[in-house]
């Protein structure tokens, strides 16, 4: 028997604007009871689309969800909505992929050894052996899946053998320095987290810091996005900033950077799993 | 005949927490084709008090203002709410008091003669005769209450005589180095917004950079806030901060500061005259 | 007879790096007891040049400055410096070119008439009608020569005369919309300081915020920076941000964009004018 | 024998402000073909002091430090100085105390195993058991020293005899959550940093986040220090703060709190680690 006990269902949705989406909804969670503890919405008045996030107790909800999900079906084929429901008591599976850098990858294991997230990290996918030993500490799986330009399609076969034997929910590239192919990124939409060392669209690709150093910006940046088959141009989530100045040499822009880098991937990981995040049109909804 | 093409209203509300606010609410916008262009709620679990700004277009609305009020007045009273509804067409009157620093008036002024703003400015207060020039030259009228702690009561008469004369909305203090007694300040609850030149509750009163160049902090501040009866502890509507070094002067403090002060203070305006906020036990909720 | 009471010369200096030149240079005004109240030396490792902002007090020094730029011409040959001193006392004149945006102006004109600057401002140039009340109302020259692509080269030659005759030492763009070409950039190395509405080298050329919000950033800025040949890609002088969030139209961006400019921009303008920066490889080092 | 390749020494300098005091300074360095690579100075006209760090390359410098200091110490009386000498290779040695929160101990440990920082951490001390599997499996040694008001006193002799026999240079308080007493704090004078999870001086003392989400502040803080008597009184070494809005509870307020803590005491190390911090008058001069 399941325990519905402080447990929450949060429904995501979009649409086409339209007058009574909100009092239709809301309606609808009336009718059985369900106490709704949060509800966000927001409507793009250029694209007169319509987003909401709404939270609800299940304690109490007198439907069951499967008749529920029938229910809510007819009301979004009448708005033409796209919707998704997520339940806070699920243990999101997410899989890790890095390289040699190792300040993201401590960063998300002291978070999840201390249980900062509702996470459960099966494994994690470097290219080098570097952060083995880190991994191996912390009693994870790690798998070393070394990668070519001549066997780059076969390893990521691997890959996503890998993520699928465990059920990956969430794919998170730690400062993974590998470019994924459409292949494996068109099975998760949305589901893969990147974090690129500049304040995008600002320095794209390779060595971000050098160009900026180059280029004698006074503050430097980190950005945390979804990826998709385009470099560094999938929908961002969360981007932060910090003041640099001449005195400071490329290595210094790195050191500095380093701090940004693990804060806003652990911030865009949050919110992911708070199912607190829409994309639409290359472009996040991030609900508070 | 009024216009009410592009024209709102917008609801704020306050009461305990219940289930079936949100839906009770926006059914009956629905009954009367009220179009909600934007729903924001927020529930403080702490307090067990749901607070709600609800803005709708009143094109279109299928009952008259006056009907409604008394519709609402029902479903008020069954939920034990407080609320009030505001017109975005509705032209805020601002009376400004100053002393003798510019920064902040020069700032208003150039906002409002900007029209950046849905507001009328009927006059400006000040307990010196410096600033006078610059508000004439904005064609505005400036009135000289001198006050000292003999005549502090007769002349807050004065001015509140004149507030009341100009059907003043809002009263800013843009840095008006005077306390406000309660008198006057009780007249106009949540409607006097003050600035105050450091990151309260840090360094209240007088001198604030002194203080804070003293304790040698590292960041400097600027709040607004309404005002109380208690100095500089009334709600906080916004605040910004800077940083600063062992290298910078006071006077160097005061100079950053400034172009806080001007920027937090505008922003507290603003907030103000889009109904964004609301007050609940002496904090702010401050919608998007 | 001039005072010297208070007053300060600045020499800044660049040169290739070399063991013994700050204590050459402190001999130098050792022995004329010069009394250095600011010195500020950066080496760039990298590019092995060494730079220096040094700053004394006249009161006191034995030596007339003629006869120490000869001493001083000797020093400099010895280690292929560049350098040029300029006077605390020096009132820098400054012309101010708009097109219809306000923002700026206003702000610029509140520091010139509180007196924040040692500045003359001889005259405002436009190629629009718009702004020519506001100047006019603070006393100053309004001079309108509209540009459009066939007369650009006789308007910018007509602005460049302008210039010429009123000694301007300094060009400040405030949101001038037009770009200058090489004819007039080349005059003014390094004295021509534009403010450009977004996060350089993110986004250049015109309707940034629109190509912010397309691309969904969470942070927007501003930049200001030396004015070549090459648009908006200059010596980058400061930048500041703020964040943004899908709640947000481009209208709203726009609204908090120009809060960002117009601090950018008189940061810069200060900057300049204290004799704190250095442009060296396209990059500035700018002293505190 | 000694390497001295890029390796360095650091002089600190405080005295009262003369004329004459950098070009003396510079000429002695000269003198021995001391290879300054960088030089700051900075001067606090309000107190009439003068406070320098300079950073020389020990290769090809002619003289022995023994026989540098003698004639430093001649120098130093001539003008009054407070100077300390520091060498770039010295490892320095850091204890870490703890109690139940782990966030810093994970940052702390993981830019130790790095390499990030020339340190040794000989020793963690506890007044809890809670983090010394983390503490362990990082090889270090952790010693468990519970303190109540009865063995205070004697418990802390053991902390001050651990700290002795493990040569310790700089003692961490990573939310370690307990007073020190004067006996020991006075036997590190500037070298022991705090971490206090507040933007002080607002909040000093126990639960600040709370406080702070009482107040309604909308913006939240933390403050690097080092210790004195005086709780949460020491000299501010760095500060920094982030957003927080009505929508967050105290909860949130801790999580986002936590982020900041961990940058802001890395960064205090950082800055003690490279001889950058001089203590004057209960402020830091931080040099860049």
């Known amino acids: 028997m399941e325990d519905n006990q402080n447990s929450t269902a949060i429904l995501l949705v979009s649409c086409p604007d339209k007058v009574g989406i909100v009092a239709e909804m809301t309606k609808l969670f009336g009718k059985y009871n369900g106490n709704i503890i949060n509800l966000e919405q927001h409507v793009d008045a ?14 109490g909800f007198s439907i069951t969800m499967e008749d529920f999900n029938i229910e809510l079906k007819k009301t979004a084929e009448e708005f033409n909505m796209n919707w998704e429901i997520n339940y806070s008591r699920h243990r999101c599976r997410m899989a890790i992929l890095v390289s040699k850098q190792a300040h993201c990858l401590y960063d998300i294991l002291s978070r999840y050894e201390s249980g900062e997230w509702n996470v459960e990290i099966p494994l994690v996918i ?3 052996r570097d952060l083995e030993p880190i991994v191996k500490r912390h009693g994870l799986e790690f798998h070393h899946i070394p990668i070519s330009k001549e066997n780059k399609a076969e390893q990521e076969e691997k890959e996503i053998a890998l993520l699928r034997e465990h059920n990956i929910d969430l794919i998170v590239l730690a400062r993974y320095m590998q470019i994924l192919s459409a292949g494996l990124v068109d099975q998760y939409p949305n589901r893969i987290i990147n974090i690129h060392h500049s304040f995008l669209p600002a320095f794209p690709g390779a060595r971000p810091y050098h160009s900026a150093y180059e280029r004698g910006v006074k503050i430097i940046g980190a950005t945390s996005h979804y990826v998709t088959t385009e470099l560094d141009a999938g929908p961002i989530i969360d981007q932060d900033v910090t003041r640099v100045s001449h ?12 701090d940004l880098e693990k804060i806003v991937l652990a911030r865009a990981i949050r919110l992911h799993l708070q199912n607190k995040i829409l994309v639409c049109n290359n472009k996040t909804i991030v609900f508070k």
Do not use: A, C
């Open 46 to 59: 250029e694209e007169n689309m319509f987003f909401m996030r709404l939270e609800w107790q299940l304690e």
């Open 247 to 258: 005195t400071e040499s490329i290595k210094d822009f790195v050191h500095k950077g380093k």
């Open 126 to 128: 470097s290219n080098h």
